[in-house]
């Protein structure tokens, strides 16, 4: 069989570029196809075709380009920021839809309520859905809001874990102190691009509490605002600020580089656990979550969908906060703490409770979606 992969790819540098590169390799078996999504310039060396998502004349291309060739079937990952239009909302898309005739399994890394949202962006995903043989979302709750919100059918999407690497268990190189001594050093990571919606300013706000209180915290931020992106970029700014004018310099340490999956396992292992306090209910997705909990290291978010949902599968190891404010993500934080005396045994049976999210296991999904779509 052959896979038309419609996606941005790891050039890119984009988390959906890494989930479609992830699945391809996830599926040895068959033969893959890159059709690869830009913005002015295509990086993906190796891509079949690509086409400008600025440019809805490129999008008809290459779903002309695809519906001629001898592909099987389209793979495409949905995100409305790799789709081009006239706003932010990605209504290249029907360009796309319009014009190819394959059968597609899409990913749909976004999903909101349709009340949360752009009308247009709601009625996008359903005609991707409708258009769709299969669909897959992330979560539960995202498949529930697809039904209950707009209408669709049950049964054409499919829920399925983001996938993970096959990486071998790797214990705390450290231990905590004992309850008789000063307060432990606690080591958190928060790993991704510098998007405002990351909530990174109260994760600032309530170290600093907790500094006053005594605790002693230290924070790793990792990634870099996403090119071309001079939102992001100001917001690194804005972070780099705060973290001078509450007086963290000797706590918090921003890497703000592109991390490599290497270098993002290497910075999960050296930390006692994950951070992520996106501001928003809807954030239906994540890789860094999934990444961090498959080294064996639990999280505290805010409580967005894929937090509470991967609260809800695995239980211990994922702390949600009541609320999305610096109050509320101290209080997380001390509840967190109080688990020291488990701690160590605690990363073994979590990692142990993530390996059915393994890529290969992934991929088996996919690959009867694929089956599946050819009728």
């Known amino acids: 069989m052959r896979i038309a992969h419609v996606s941005t790819f790891p050039e890119a540098r984009c988390g959906i570029a890494l989930y479609a590169s992830d699945l391809i390799d996830a599926l040895p078996m068959y033969e893959h196809r890159k059709y690869a999504l830009h913005r002015g310039k295509n990086v993906t060396e ?12 490129s999008i008809r291309d290459l779903a002309r380009a695809i519906s001629a060739s001898s592909c099987d079937v389209v793979s495409l990952q949905h995100e409305f920021g790799i789709w081009g239009g006239a706003g932010s909302d990605g209504e290249q898309l029907y360009d796309f839809l319009d014009e190819i005739s394959k059968p597609i399994v899409t990913t749909l890394h976004t999903t909101f309520q349709s009340a949360d949202r752009p009308k247009i962006q709601g009625e996008m995903l359903c005609s991707l859905v409708r258009q769709s043989a299969v669909s897959f979302v992330l979560t539960p709750k995202s498949q529930e809001t697809l039904r209950a919100g707009y209408g669709l059918l049950q049964e054409d999407i499919r829920v399925i874990p983001h996938g993970v690497p096959m990486i071998p268990y790797v214990p705390p190189s450290f231990t905590l102190r004992h309850e ?28 600093a509490t907790l500094k006053g209180l005594g605790h002693n915290v230290g924070l790793v931020i990792a990634g870099s605002p996403q090119p071309g992106r001079i939102d992001q970029e100001r917001y690194l700014l804005r972070v780099r600020d705060m ?15 592109f991390i490599a999956r290497s270098q993002q396992i290497r910075l999960i292992c050296e930390s006692h656990a994950g951070i992520f306090a996106y501001q928003g209910f ?6 860094t979550i999934p990444l961090v909990l498959a080294m064996g290291r639990p999280v505290i978010c805010t409580p967005f969908e894929f937090a509470q949902a991967k609260k809800l599968e695995i239980g211990q190891g994922v702390t949600v906060a009541e609320g999305f404010d610096s109050a509320a993500i101290v209080e997380a ?43």
């Open 46 to 57: 190796d891509a079949v075709s690509h086409a400008d998502a600025s440019d809805p004349a």
């Open 180 to 207: 008789t001594e000063s307060a432990d050093a606690w080591r958190l990571c928060t790993i991704g691009f510098f998007r405002p919606s990351k909530g990174i300013e109260t994760i600032l706000s309530a170290l």
């Open 243 to 257: 973290v001078a004018d509450l007086g963290l310099v000797s706590s918090v340490e921003i890497d703000a580089r």
């Open 282 to 287: 809807d954030q239906a997705s994540s890789g």
């Open 333 to 375: 934080l001390l509840h967190f703490f109080r688990s020291r005396p488990d701690y160590v045994q605690s990363t073994e049976r979590l990692y142990a409770r993530t390996r059915q999210w393994a890529w290969p296991t992934v991929g088996c999904a996919y690959a009867i979606a694929f089956e599946d779509s050819r009728g």
